[in-house]
DNA sequence: CGAATGCTTGACTGCGGTCAAACGATGTGG
DNA sequence: CCACATCGTTTGACCGCAGTCAAGCATTCG
């Protein structure tokens, strides 16, 4: 039980920059100076829960990171209906792909209460210091290539999914970024959105997601309770979901 | 009407090079030597209608152009149903905003027989050559850019439209593209999808697909016949579906 | 001309949406 | 400290959009 307390509170205790430097060192080693640039991020910024991070259309905000707390891209309907294209959670980058002169392709929005660090250094050395900075460099693209990939995942759930599929799969797509992260506990992981959220991320009424929900703790595969999830029967939810390891660490399998 | 010859017959009779040129340029003034970069790719390969391009999970194909005919990217459940993520059309790239080490995302599947032109230049003036080329690179990345607003349309259709709005959105998606690379005909546009393959890409049975269909013609909003979709009132389609004028031409806004 | 492929329609079912109400937790002002 | 408002969750009743099953029709092609 000692050697389990060296391996996971470290975890708990990292810096934001020691997550994200965590998290991609899963893609590829750094150098030092490349480790340095990206525990030099900063500073911090703070925001309330429903703060706009950037808006639809807009002009890219300054590159960040998301140090503490959850947010998410979305677009609004006219008439008011919403889709969450993607949740981001600590140690995701925000606007460190895209390019300056761009517009912003959704709306990113604080979920919960939250901070970031600033990373313009993270830009520079995939832009124009990527030859500088090959590790840190390649290590960026596949993150990017990663949250590309759930995006494909968001794309099958909504159009090929059932409800309880749905929700399946994003909980262990949830808890599998967090696990990266070193902000699970197992399998127990912290759960900030409201039902309300979760429904607008798959795509389901409020109603329905919760009936779902009731479902899936009925069955005690799930349990959803105190701002807490806790996986009973993760390789069942992965079944029914046909959930895959997720590209998190597609290195790992050459 | 000598006048309407001369705007539109030109687009007909273009080169797949020229085809991809005249889209490039709506996102940014090319040099002569970067236009020759487009110029001079090739050489061409032919698919028949249903070979697979790339694989999910495999290693990248060389860089490439969609020089003629349609393909599409998707992923396939196990238990056999299937996802389009989005349509590749002519003047399409396929594998040039990819890391050559990284790992496909999704199989690309010819839906037509179709035509490819290598596009190795335009992959290296991206990564390697980005800094002597600078209007090539910052054109391909609004291309990049524009692949990924509409998979972010593809998720608001298939999380938060109806059947009907979603074909309509679709639709209008698909004329707007081919438009752009001077592949319409004013409101008129080859077809040469299955309604199984339409059903598909919107997340919907076979069967509903065409019921939907069938009251768009009913409405007489729109005509399909012939492998060519006529739109009969494209503000009707763009009203109901919520359609935004596309990521295609942001740089018009400016 | 038969077989395959794709389109169309009918009948029925069921997943998931809508409307409505009640409940619990949290917070706030009198 | 309680009255009350707010927000999120839960449940019931009902409905309708979209899926399934099945059959028939139209084209194309070998």
Redesign the interface.
């Given at each position: 039980m000692t050697v389990q307390l060296q391996l996971r509170q470290p975890a708990f205790r990292m810096t934001p920059q020691e997550r994200l430097l965590r998290r991609l060192r899963r893609f590829g080693s750094l150098t030092a100076a490349e480790a340095d640039l990206v525990l030099n991020c900063g500073p911090t910024e703070n925001h309330r829960a429903g703060a706009e991070l950037r808006r639809d259309g807009g002009a890219p905000p300054r590159p960040r990171i998301l140090a503490s707390g959850w947010a998410c891209y979305q677009?609004v309907?006219?008439?008011g209906?919403?889709?969450i294209?993607a949740f981001i959670l600590p140690g995701d980058l925000i606007g460190v792909f895209q390019?300056p002169?761009?517009?912003c392709?959704?709306d990113a929005t604080a979920v919960t209460a939250l901070e970031t660090l600033g990373a313009s250094a993270l830009h520079r050395a995939l832009a124009s210091d990527a030859g500088r900075y090959p590790g840190l460099a390649?290590a960026l693209?596949?993150m990017a290539?990663a949250e590309?990939?759930m995006?494909?995942d968001?794309?099958?759930r909504?159009?090929?999914?059932t409800a309880y599929e749905r929700l399946a799969h994003l909980l262990l797509e949830l808890h599998g970024r967090l696990e990266a992260a070193g902000l699970a506990d197992g399998p127990r992981f912290p759960m900030p959105l409201t039902q309300e959220t979760l429904a607008d991320a798959?795509?389901l009424s409020i109603v329905h997601l919760n009936r779902v929900l009731q479902q899936l703790r009925r069955e005690r595969v799930v349990e959803l309770r105190g701002g807490a999830v806790t996986l009973l029967d993760p390789d069942y939810l992965a079944s029914v979901s046909?959930h895959h390891p997720a590209?998190l660490d597609?290195h790992d399998r050459y």
């Amino acid at each position: 039980m000692t050697v389990q307390l060296q391996l996971r509170q470290p975890a708990f205790r990292m810096t934001p920059q020691e997550r994200l430097l965590r998290r991609l060192r899963r893609f590829g080693s750094l150098t030092a100076a490349e480790a340095d640039l990206v525990l030099n991020c900063g500073p911090t910024e703070n925001h309330r829960a429903g703060a706009e991070l950037r808006r639809d259309g807009g002009a890219p905000p300054r590159p960040r990171i998301l140090a503490s707390g959850w947010a998410c891209y979305q677009r609004v309907l006219s008439d008011g209906r919403r889709q969450i294209f993607a949740f981001i959670l600590p140690g995701d980058l925000i606007g460190v792909f895209q390019q300056p002169n761009a517009v912003c392709l959704a709306d990113a929005t604080a979920v919960t209460a939250l901070e970031t660090l600033g990373a313009s250094a993270l830009h520079r050395a995939l832009a124009s210091d990527a030859g500088r900075y090959p590790g840190l460099a390649s290590a960026l693209n596949a993150m990017a290539a990663a949250e590309e990939s759930m995006l494909l995942d968001q794309i099958v759930r909504l159009g090929r999914q059932t409800a309880y599929e749905r929700l399946a799969h994003l909980l262990l797509e949830l808890h599998g970024r967090l696990e990266a992260a070193g902000l699970a506990d197992g399998p127990r992981f912290p759960m900030p959105l409201t039902q309300e959220t979760l429904a607008d991320a798959l795509g389901l009424s409020i109603v329905h997601l919760n009936r779902v929900l009731q479902q899936l703790r009925r069955e005690r595969v799930v349990e959803l309770r105190g701002g807490a999830v806790t996986l009973l029967d993760p390789d069942y939810l992965a079944s029914v979901s046909d959930h895959h390891p997720a590209g998190l660490d597609e290195h790992d399998r050459y």
